[in-house]
């Protein structure tokens, strides 16, 4: 049975990314598309022989002017949520900096480039390595995360 890789940006904006047979299938974390019962089942549909590379972040405080109580709330609700799910399901996963896995890539941020430029960037390369899938900003971290659990796990397995 082929493996799966799932690479999951757990912002409010963020989304899933299933890789299998170099085919993709995501799902976008978007409150207003979708519920978390429909992200528990997206993800239990796709459990089986699968492994989870999880983005592992850290807000900016509000004192820096980066992100507000709020925000830093609602993120920290869904990654706990997110891996709640996984823990359920029985996905086993890592999470990974996104130095990490950015680094994988050859990317960095530069100093002056603003958010969306950044954006762009990643979802420029989730593009070039899948030209054939439509990669949308929600989605292109998630993509990145899925392709670099698919390089990566079977080697760290190696060793």
Known sequence: MEEKWI???????GGI????????????FDPKRCTERDIFLFLEQHSINSIC??????ASGPAAGVQS??????????YGFIRGILTAIQIPFITIPPATWMKEYGMKRKKDEGKSAWKNRLRGLAEQLYPD??????????????????????AAQEI
């Open 17 to 28: 990314a299933i890789l299998k047979d170099r085919k993709i299938t995501t799902k976008v």
């Open 133 to 154: 899938i439509k990669i949308t900003l929600a989605v292109a971290d998630a993509v990145l995360l899925a392709e670099f659990a698919r390089r990566n796990h079977r």
């Open 7 to 13: 690479g999951i940006d757990p912002g409010n904006s």
């Open 53 to 58: 590379y999880l983005e592992k972040v850290s």
């Open 69 to 78: 109580a709020r925000s830093m709330f609602t993120f920290g609700q869904s």
